[in-house]
């Protein structure tokens, strides 16, 4: 079975958003100490999140610094996700996106 995102509670998902399911209809759960290899997908309507930027760095260059964009729940949330994408990066700062 194959797929590349998951709630954040560790359900699977397929590239549309819907929930995977086994051969015999249950709901694919992702054990927590996988769940680091997967994106974290979510709904576009009404998800109660909102939008972050994180600010990371690789090492200590400050060249090499750039942006992660994501929908969390809260600036914690948001460095968490931020983190998960590589292991030699630190988090510079988390901005909550106002429109």
Known sequence: M???????T???LDDFG???????GAIVM???????????GYSLYNN???EYIVIVQEDNEEE?????HCDAEDADHAQEQ??????V???IAVYERIK
Do not use: K
Not at 18 to 24: A, I, K, W
Not at 30 to 40: G, M
Not at 82 to 87: C, F, K, Q
């Open 30 to 40: 992702v054990p927590e100490d996988e769940r680091a290899n997967y994106d974290i």
């Open 82 to 87: 931020a983190l998960g994408h590589a292991d």
């Open 18 to 24: 819907n929930e995977v399911r086994d051969e015999t």
């Open 64 to 68: 090499s610094r750039w942006s992660f």
């Open 89 to 91: 990066i630190s988090c």
């Open 2 to 8: 194959e797929f590349n995102y998951i709630t954040s």
């Open 10 to 12: 560790g359900i699977a």
């Open 48 to 50: 109660g999140l909102r």
